[in-house]
């Protein structure tokens, strides 16, 4: 049992990091009045998708660890949530700079197609591709098309806002946004590299 509660905690400490970061980063946000305002909103929506994000990546481990007492379609749910809150988090994060960065202007009619995109096939992705899991005495972790895709998607959604950031950050009213998105990026990037 020992052995056991080491293994899942060798698995979780990036999630345990990252939910510490989380917290103090909600608990400082929520601390201070909330202007009424759309990047506002899109950014509770960043820190709603972050946190759906971590508690599905804990419940994958669990499923996984204990992945004989898990129905299968259970896994399969909890990865396709794990999935959905990871992608939705580089999502909203694109979708806040731009809102950010156009004095709250809603999105334009190339960016509305951008995402449509991007959200359509990550959803036809998790519904419908494949999906593996590898379970040993020293890792588990998941596999597969589906997993592949999302990191394709994750790229390029990295990198447009990346690309979105260092443009905005000519104008000089925008420098300060630009260069916590562009700092937030990297972490996300380091932590999806481990997560990879």
Known sequence: MQFLNSFIFNHLRFQIAASVVLLVVEILYFMRPQIKILSTRIFNLIL???????????ATV???????????????????????GFEGTFLFI?????????NQQRL??????FIGTIVFFSLVTILFEKIEYYISDDAV?????????VYIYITILSCSTIIKAIIASRNVESRRVTSYVLFSMVLWIIFGMTQL
């Open 48 to 58: 709603l998708s972050a946190t759906i994000y971590l508690l599905f990546d804990y």
């Open 62 to 84: 669990f499923s996984l660890v204990y992945y004989d007492s898990f129905p299968k379609w259970l896994v399969r749910f909890l990865h396709q949530g794990f999935i959905l």
């Open 108 to 113: 334009s009619f190339f960016e509305k197609i």
């Open 141 to 149: 972790y998941s596999y597969g098309p589906m997993v592949n895709m």
């Open 94 to 102: 694109y979708i806040f700079l731009d809102v950010t960065t156009h």
